[in-house]
């Protein structure tokens, strides 16, 4: 079973960044797609941002023009790159990755913290 671990997180001020990473215990080629969660203490846990097996991107609303996500299968890393960050975005990060063939995986990471200080 692939497992995810996510690491990067941390205590950063209003305005900095962090990069985040996802790596895999195995390959992620086969993922069909694999992306960044967040959770707020007291809040749903919500999508970030969405990388395809084709590369293709896509972003909440509130992260966009400031966050990008990356994947290097070479690696068997998802990376998710966080500038200007704000308090808001402080949360717990989770990665997540679905894989449809030759059988359904559905896998978490443990998460990693982001604390932004205003």
């Known amino acids: 079973q692939v497992q995810l671990v996510e690491s990067g997180g941390g205590l950063v001020q209003a305005g900095g960044s962090l990069r985040l990473s996802c790596a895999a215990s195995?390959?992620?080629?086969?993922?069909?797609?694999m992306d960044w969660y967040r959770q707020a203490p007291g809040k749903e846990r919500e999508l970030v941002a969405t990388?395809?097996?084709?590369?293709?991107?896509n972003y909440a609303e509130p992260v966009k023009g400031r966050f990008t996500i990356s994947r290097d299968n070479a690696k068997n890393t998802v990376y998710l790159q966080m500038n200007s960050l704000k308090p808001e975005d402080t949360a717990v990060y989770y990665c997540?990755?679905?894989?449809?063939?030759?059988?359904?995986?559905?896998?978490w990471g443990q998460g990693t913290q982001v604390t932004v200080s205003s």
């Open positions: 990388i395809t097996s084709g590369g293709s991107t």
């Open positions: 195995g390959s992620i080629f086969s993922f069909s797609y």
């Open positions: 997540y990755a679905y894989q449809g063939r030759p059988k359904i995986l559905s896998l």
